[in-house]
């Protein structure tokens, strides 16, 4: 039996790079140095706020004429379809193509589709590109950049990770969010859990300061989304997780000393056995002496500003 092939673009800015390719290794277990990935790996394209879309492979062929002849198999059931050249950018190795050549793919394979076009609202969308030497035909899911509709809060502070970190800290923290319970007993405004829940995971927060609670709770109920936020410290909370999000306090509003950031993580390792921390300082010792071992890392930049993302187990 045949495993479903997925290829996925990526787009990302400089001070991303890192932190793209630490997702990626999260979500597929490997990472590619260039902006095109093919895995048997499904992945919702608008978890990440990397990749730009995914491609369902159903055919494959050395050329568009054997992908025109192998698309007539296609029965859509009298649904209308778009077909879209992905080859808009280079791909990896292969060069990008221009407009009108994209056009022409579009046409050959289009015409070869049992079905009505609709170019506007199309119920099936389709993507054909070539990458290294091959030519692939099969769905497509475009990006819906979630992310950016959660950019204006309610309450927000200048210190808080983006949307964009955020998703991505969530998501190398829970890369299949089935049966995955998860804690941010630091959560600040809960840009972190506003990430996370939006994409399913199951996360609750907490934090010892009642205003950033209130805020966080607002920011959560803004976006139609539920989950529950506790007002106190991590050595307050009970049971187990399968991992912990820490975004470790920095600001001057909330002045942390070595000591305490040694507490959260001893006491984080009483309650999971898993913690990706965001943090601007070098805590490798602090993390070892808790006693976990760091797995994977990266850094996150904004201009000369560097936060370290740290994956431990």
């Known amino acids: 039996m045949s495993t479903t092939e997925y290829i996925y673009t990526y787009t990302w800015h400089k001070d991303e790079y890192d932190l793209s390719r630490m997702e990626m290794r999260s979500f597929f277990g490997f990472d590619v140095p260039l902006n095109a990935l093919k895995s048997s790996v499904q992945i919702d394209p608008s978890r990440s706020p990397f990749i730009k879309q995914r491609l369902e492979v159903i055919f494959e062929g050395e050329n568009v004429e054997q992908l025109a002849r192998l698309v007539e198999q296609l029965d859509l059931g009298g649904a209308t379809f ?123 927060g907490r934090d010892i300061n009642p205003l950033v609670v209130y805020g966080s709770r607002k920011n959560i109920a803004h976006f139609g989304l539920q989950g529950n936020v506790t007002i106190g410290p991590i050595e307050e909370a ?45 805590i490798d010792h602090m993390i070892e002496a808790a006693g976990f071992e760091i797995l994977d890392r990266c850094v996150a930049k904004k201009g000369t500003f560097e936060r370290q993302i740290l994956f431990c187990n």
């Open 82 to 204: 778009k077909v879209s050249c992905l080859n808009k950018l280079e791909l990896n190795s292969t060069q990008k193509i221009g407009h009108s050549k994209r056009n022409e793919i579009e046409r050959t394979i289009g015409l070869c589709i049992q079905g009505e076009p609709d170019l506007i609202h199309p119920q099936l969308d389709f993507g054909v590109v070539t990458l290294d030497d091959k030519w692939y035909f099969g769905k497509l899911e475009l990006n819906e950049a979630v992310w950016l509709q959660h950019q204006q809060k309610p309450e927000m502070y200048s210190t808080a990770l983006s949307t964009r970190v955020a998703r991505a800290v969530a998501n190398i923290a829970v890369p299949n969010p089935e049966g995955f319970r998860v804690i941010d007993p630091c959560c600040g405004i809960g840009t972190v859990l506003v990430e996370a829940l939006s994409m399913g995971i199951d996360i609750e």
């Open 238 to 282: 009970e049971g187990n997780y399968d991992v912990a999000i820490i975004d470790m306090p920095y600001n001057l509003f909330t002045h942390i000393t070595a000591d305490s950031q040694q507490a959260i993580i001893t006491e984080a390792r009483r309650i999971t056995k898993k913690i990706v921390i965001v943090t601007i300082d070098t």
